[in-house]
């Protein structure tokens, strides 16, 4: 199973330019061009501006504006992954008691 790890990118503007292709410009001003088969679709979570998934393998190589903090991961048919989280708890080490009583239940 292929997996693609996306970054949420906000964009000023994205349109199409061609069959393979979109412009996308950033709030900094800074363009470039994004194949289709990087972006993955809109963000429907960000409420302020346009956001959109885009392969983070591409992100390195283009001149627009993006952030890290939000990432998703999506499948070979462009569907968005669930998300899981593992957390280990290890419990501190208590020495044992001899009594068992509670002193504020006893008479």
Not at 3 to 13: A, M, P
């Amino acid at each position: 199973m292929k997996k693609t790890q996306c970054f949420s990118v906000r964009l000023e503007s994205l349109f199409s330019i061609s069959d393979k292709a979109y412009k996308a410009r950033s709030y900094d001003g800074s363009e470039d061009i994004l194949p289709k088969s990087c972006v993955f679709g809109k963000d429907h979570e960000v409420k302020k501006s346009d956001a959109y998934w885009v392969a983070s393998w591409i992100l390195p190589k283009k001149k627009i504006q993006y952030s890290t903090k939000k990432e998703a991961w999506f499948d070979a048919h462009g569907k968005r992954l669930p998300e899981y989280s593992s957390v280990r708890y290890k419990p501190n080490q208590v020495e044992p008691v001899l009594d068992n009583s509670v002193k504020e239940l006893e008479r």
